[in-house]
């Protein structure tokens, strides 16, 4: 009889040691992204998940599952490149992972442990005006290393997947397309009537959420949305995220220029519960982009049944047409017409809604975060 084999990598739960620090702080896209492929995990029992933060973990209830250890490395202040390289190597080494994920861009240079990092986009490479210029360069030279380290690249849409090739060819083999799921980790949606009253609503609601850059339009969503006023004038546009913007943009003063001051209120970033309920007040939901590696607030309102105008700009085209009316990001009297069609026309709207939920309905967060795990098992051989 021989002698059993030691237990080796393939006998053992694979452990992924994940760069959570996009959880911290305000989360935005990327941190909702993460969160839910943890929540599937967990969910699955798949594996051990070590999360390391920069600084103490939120307090976030997906965070206390058994199967998810949370470790606190380095100090908060310390500045996120260096950290990434000087505290996180140490760490994932000392935890005895078999493989780290990093879900935002970039991974350590200093690690001899496979890695599978997620590209969102090379915005700061196909519209480098949109960053202060030192930062553009950074996040070129930190995305463009961590895509020829990474032993497999996660690309979200078809789109992402044919820029990396097209900026790094060596990476095409190594890259594979992974949607993003549709929204089901907000609150329940409140009732309509709810949502309007505690939004102080009176006229037909427009919701536009996401952090707000500069190629997202939004000067040329408040001239549409001025067009929009001479029909309708008890419009009201409500905008969910911070103003990121390079050059920084005076939103609140062009939205004055146009007589909009009325019409439209900056919400900035918003708690879930916040918006949940803009989701459910909203008549429609516009999300313009000159650029956009997924387009995840489409899929969310969407799955919300808010019908959607959105960016006939890839990836919205390849992702959402059909399912979306879909404008020119830089027309305001093309973005004006689609949004009074779908006010004017009950049965358009209703129509919108139902595709949209089907079209949602086609991402799946377990189907991403399975996808994801058969990805670490082959980069962790």
Known sequence: MSAPRPAGRADRELCVGIDARELQGRPTGTGRYLRNLLRCWSEAGSGRLVLF????????????????VCRSVGEAGTRGSVWQERDLPGATRAAGVDVLFAPAYSCPQRLSLPRVTTVHDLSFRSIPEDFPPLEALRRRLLVGASVRVSGAIVAVSEFTRREICAWFPDAASRTRVIHHGSDDDLPPAPERAAARASLGARGPVLVSVG???????????????????????DVELRVVGENRTHPPLDLERASRERGLERSVRFEGFVSEARLAAHYAAADAAVCLSEYEGFGLPVLEAMSRGVPVVASRRPAHRELFEGAALLADPGNEAEIAGALERLLADPAL????????????GRFSWRRAAAEHWDLFRQVAG
């Open 53 to 68: 933060f920069q600084g103490a973990p939120p307090p976030d209830p997906v965070l206390s599952h058994e199967r998810i």
């Open 211 to 233: 952090a707000i850059f500069n190629r997202r339009r939004l000067p040329t969503l408040l001239g549409a949305l001025a067009l929009l006023r001479r029909a309708r004038p």
């Open 349 to 360: 709207r209703d129509r919108y809604a139902s595709l949209g939920r089907e079209r949602a």
